[in-house]
Nanobody, 124 residues
Framework: QVQLQESGPGLVKPSQTLSLTCTVS??????????WSWIRQPPGKGLEWIGY???????YYSPSLRSRTSISRDTSKNQFTLQLSSVTPEDTAVYYC????????????????WGQGTQVTVSS
């Protein structure tokens, strides 16, 4: 059974870098063909996709966030990380790490495993 768990500070100061780690158990982050993704949900809003790092190590980010986003991995620890720089209070959200696969030629994501989510608050 694949399990994901987020960890990292719950409070980040404006202009600093948000850093979260997702620890994966029960499966390897290098297994074809999964996309290890970060998604967030601001208060009162819907889910927002941030980006992913693939089984091969390639990355892709939401256009609205890519200038500030970096996702990396440590295969020896079976972990992947999110770094979001220059944060503002608008980055306050519950952050989830997820495992995604794709469905169909339109590259629709299917998120089959989720972490529990972790609240990150950017102070004002």
């Amino acid at each position: 059974q694949v399990q994901l768990q987020e960890s990292g500070p719950g409070l980040v100061k404006p202009s600093q870098t948000l850093s979260l780690t997702c620890t994966v158990s029960g499966g390897s982050i290098t297994t074809n063909y999964y996309y290890w993704s970060w998604i967030r949900q601001p208060p009162g809003k819907g889910l927002e996709w941030i980006g992913y790092i693939s089984y091969s190590g390639s990355t892709y980010y939401s256009p609205s966030l890519r200038s500030r986003t970096s996702i990396s991995r440590d295969t020896s620890k079976n972990q992947f990380t999110l770094q979001l720089s220059s944060v503002t209070p608008e980055d306050t959200a519950v952050y989830y790490c997820t495992r995604a696969s794709v469905v169909g030629p339109a590259f629709t994501y299917k998120y089959d495993h989720w972490g529990q989510g972790t609240q990150v608050t950017v102070s004002s």
